[in-house]
C-alpha cells in the first residue's frame, strides 16, 4: 500500500478517523474483491493529491467487521467520506478516479 495510505483497523479507526481534523475518505475492501483490486491505484492516487487537505485509508473488512458493522457495509468497495465523525458521503463500487475527487472535495 502506498504510504499516503493509512491503513485502519478497528483498533485504530475512531482515533485516525472520527476524530481527525481533516475529512477522511474510508475504503473498505477485501483481498479477494476485484472491483477494490481495480480501484486501489485510484485511492493511493487521490491520497497523495489530497495530502495537506484529506486523509485517505483503507479498512480490510474480513479482519476489521467491528466498523465495517457499525456503518452496515454490505457490499465493497465501498467508500465513505468522514468530516468531523460524520460521514458526509458515500460511493460504492469500482467508480473513476472523479468520482472520489469530487466525493473529497466536497468535504474540504
Known sequence: MAGDVITLTDGNFDNEV???SEPVLVDFWAVWCGP?????????EVAKEFK???????LNVDEN??????????SIPTLLVFKGG?????????VPKSKLVDALNKAV
Open 18 to 20: 472520527l476524530q481527525s
Open 36 to 44: 477494490c483490486r481495480a480501484i486501489a491505484p485510484a485511492v493511493e
Open 52 to 58: 495537506g487537505k484529506a486523509r485517505v485509508g483503507k
Open 65 to 74: 467487521q467491528m466498523v465495517a458493522g457499525r456503518y452496515g457495509i454490505r
Open 86 to 94: 460524520q460521514v458526509v458521503d458515500q460511493v460504492i463500487g469500482a
